[in-house]
């Protein structure tokens, strides 16, 4: 089996930082990716990240004040969060895309997500 954890998440005033953390653990033989999504009240899940070898991908709404890393040793990703607006208030979703096992063609996982609000 595969676990992802969030961390991180948490009460901010506008123009504050939160750093989110992201642990895969269990039976991994490769992550070919990993990355953020968010949910905003009310709102669909939205891409706010992702990071694959040594590319970056980010939302239009988060460049510039987001900084998506990853750790490959430890399998885990992280996402550096400044200058955070009350429209960043959402439940953050890890992501990763993992091969179990030799001839395993990957899936996606998910994290079961932390809450990110941002006060005015």
């Known amino acids: 089996q595969v676990q992802l954890v969030e961390s991180g998440g948490g009460l901010v005033q506008a123009g504050g930082s939160l750093r989110l953390s992201c642990l895969a653990s269990g039976s991994i033989l490769r992550i070919s990716a990993m990355g953020w999504y968010r949910q905003p009240p009310g709102k669909q899940r939205e891409l706010v990240s992702t990071i694959s070898g040594g590319s970056t991908n980010y939302a239009d709404s988060v460049k510039g004040r987001f900084t998506i890393s990853r750790d490959n040793a430890k399998n885990t990703v992280f996402l550096q969060m400044n200058s955070l607006k009350p429209e960043d208030t959402a439940v953050y979703y890890c992501?990763?895309?993992?091969?179990?096992?030799?001839?395993?063609?990957?899936?996606?996982?998910w994290g079961k997500g932390t809450l990110v609000t941002v006060s005015s």
């Open positions: 992501y990763a895309r993992i091969r179990r096992y030799v001839g395993d063609s990957g899936m996606d996982y």
